[in-house]
């Protein structure tokens, strides 16, 4: 096996114990173990678990990222198609890269400030800001608010696919249809200027 192969078989063998056990509840002996190498080896091409980790982080964020920009650059798209494209795309990740999904939205270790949950949804909703910022200027509305609007948007959605892992009661496109018509039917109503109407007086 080459230097190239046997990184390549570390990278698969992490990302499916990491999906399985999470980061804390992963060993290099374990790695090791499932590739039949000795530690050394894993400490040689990733410098740790860490390192390791964070590959594997690496490679799935820019996956869905990937695939979620390649959605909302769709030309002749309106912007509800925009949307559900998005949704369909981040299920479509959640379906088809299952385990990568699980390492996403577990924790990452301590210390680390990127490849956690958290900061995926923020990388994404900056790739929609724009979009929704060009929308709401066409409405009258003040685009100012749409890097607020764009992390809702991105985690009602992110965080729908987590359920949708482990519930699976409806299908994909019902989920996303669900999705959209929350999404959309709420902007599309949405105030100019929105005031909570029982806060407290302090």
């Known amino acids: 096996m080459t230097g190239k192969q046997r990184r390549e078989q570390l990278i698969r063998i992490g990302r499916t114990l990491f ?4 980061f804390e509840g ?38 869905l990222l990937d695939a979620i920009t390649e ?3 769709t030309e002749h798209t309106s912007p509800r198609g925009l949307v559900e494209l998005a949704a369909l795309a981040l299920l479509d990740y959640v379906e088809n890269s299952t385990d990568g999904f699980r390492i996403l939205v577990r924790d990452s270790p301590t210390g680390q400030s990127t490849g956690s949950f958290a900061s995926l949804i923020s990388d994404i909703a900056t790739q929609v800001e724009h979009l929704l910022a060009a929308e709401f200027k066409r409405r009258g509305l003040d685009p100012r608010a749409a890097p607020v609007y764009a992390q809702m948007l991105v985690g009602m959605v992110a965080l729908t696919g987590q359920w949708w892992l482990n ?13 959209v018509n929350l999404a959309w039917n709420g902007l599309s109503g949405m105030e100019a200027k929105p005031t909570l109407r029982t806060a407290r007086a302090d």
């Open 71 to 73: 959605a909302l650059t």
């Open 19 to 22: 999906a399985d056990r999470g």
């Open 167 to 179: 519930s699976r009661r409806y299908n994909k496109a019902d989920v996303a249809a669900h999705l």
């Open 26 to 63: 992963t060993t290099v002996e374990e790695i090791a173990a499932k590739a039949g190498v000795s530690k050394p080896v894993v400490y040689e091409h990733f410098g740790g678990k860490e390192g390791l980790y964070a590959v594997v982080v690496d490679r799935e964020i820019r996956t």
